[in-house]
């Protein structure tokens, strides 16, 4: 008995040893993805920025990772796959393929993008840390549900409310509503966007007053074209019946439920990428309700050659806008083709309208993109004008 026992005891301890030692096996200088499940160890993230993927499928006959190439089977039924290129720091998409089959990776943590359910990596952004989770006190995301008449569905939105906001039960909050972009949701700022750690870092070190943030679905998630239907006619279609819904449901929605500042210039609207044009068709013909505009790498477009007439003719008064519209920003990455929006930009400083450009260095149309837009423009909101 007692040399049964002992081989258990010596058992017992050549266990942990025998998983330190697989631990260590991991390639050299690589560290988990901050979006992996907790105790998966892949895909894992290099300091060259080379991501180092690893999927068990013994039974496969073809595993791929999107954008990044054929996996190579090895003999313990694993497919591994090494980035050939440094990946660019920031979050970014992918899927695994099985046999054609798009899937998330399930050692990863779901995120809506590109119209589905994917995973996403993290390339750490070295000595940058404005978006990451610091010893700060912290706002909180909720959902707040309500019944749409103009799209006959229950919806949500979800709600960022400041760390201070349960502390002081009788002071109200201006209120930045945020849009996310084409194949995204609700979720996506918070998730991919990390807005929350954003505005708790912001708010912290007093670089942005106190605010409620609101995301709401821009009906974006899938473009498609209807039977009949030319792709200029589906695009028009697509999400246009959101600014009713964002005015005449959601504003009343979350005036009603939250401590809200309810004049225009306690009200912003910002988006990225079709969420901008949400916002330009949204705040632009209602600006007795919108104080504050952000477009970020904006789908939308305005025709400098009709600035008179264009959205009901908001530019056409150039004192009354800029005497409207506190902060008019327009940011937009280096690698995204920045000279659309620089050239937007120029054009109304020409025509006398106020905006601020911001061009976000090395990125593209990418939420590093958008997370450094929101870090630029929440700090100019609700200031004494």
């Given at each position: ?85 440094p ?20 050692n ?9 359910w994917?995973?996403?990596i ?20 909720s ?74 679905n ?12 030319t ?22 929605h ?63 008064d ?33 025509a ?19 997370r ?14």
């Open positions: 008995m007692k040399n049964v026992l002992k081989l258990i005891f010596s058992s017992l301890l050549v266990l942990p040893l025998a998983m330190n030692a697989q631990q260590q096996s991991f390639p050299a200088g690589t560290i988990p993805n901050e979006h992996n499940i907790n105790g998966a160890d892949y895909p894992r993230i290099g300091e060259d920025r080379r991501v180092h993927f690893r999927i068990h499928a013994p039974n496969a006959q073809k595993v791929e990772i999107s954008f990044r190439g054929e996996m190579t089977k090895e003999a313990d039924g694993y497919w591994s796959l090494i980035s050939k290129e990946e660019v720091v920031g979050f970014h998409y992918y899927q695994v393929i099985i046999d054609g089959v798009s899937t998330a990776d399930p990863g943590k779901p995120f809506f993008g590109m119209g589905k994917v995973s996403g993290e390339i750490p952004e070295k000595g940058v840390d404005y978006y990451s989770i610091k010893n700060v006190p912290h706002g909180l995301i959902q707040s549900w309500y019944y749409s008449d103009i799209r006959k569905e229950w919806r949500r939105c979800i709600v960022y409310t400041p760390a201070e906001y349960d502390k002081n039960p009788t002071k109200k909050y201006p209120v930045l509503y945020l849009q996310h972009g084409m194949g995204e949701n609700e979720t996506s700022w918070a998730n991919q966007g990390k807005m929350n750690f954003i505005m708790d870092n912001l708010i912290a070190e007093g670089k942005a007053k106190p605010m409620i943030v609101v995301m709401d821009g009906n974006i998630e899938v473009f498609k074209t209807n039977p009949g239907e792709p200029d006619e589906a695009r028009r279609r697509f999400g246009s019946d959101f600014p009713s819904i964002l005015v005449n449901e959601i504003i009343p979350i005036e009603s439920n939250f401590r809200t500042l309810t004049d225009r210039d306690n009200r912003a609207m910002a988006g990225l990428s079709w969420g901008g044009l949400l916002t330009f068709n949204t705040t632009l013909n209602n600006l007795d309700k919108f104080a504050y505009i952000g477009g970020f790498s904006g789908a939308g477009s305005i025709d400098l050659k009709q600035l008179d007439s264009v959205y009901g003719g908001a530019f056409k150039r004192k009354a806008f800029n005497d409207k519209v506190h902060t008019f920003f327009l940011g937009i990455g280096s690698e995204e083709r920045p000279e659309r929006t620089k050239n937007l930009s120029d054009g109304l400083k020409a006398g309208i106020n905006n601020i450009y911001y061009e976000s260095p090395g990125t593209a149309h990418e939420f590093l993109t958008w450094r837009c929101l870090k630029e423009f929440a700090p100019l909101l609700f200031r004494t004008k």
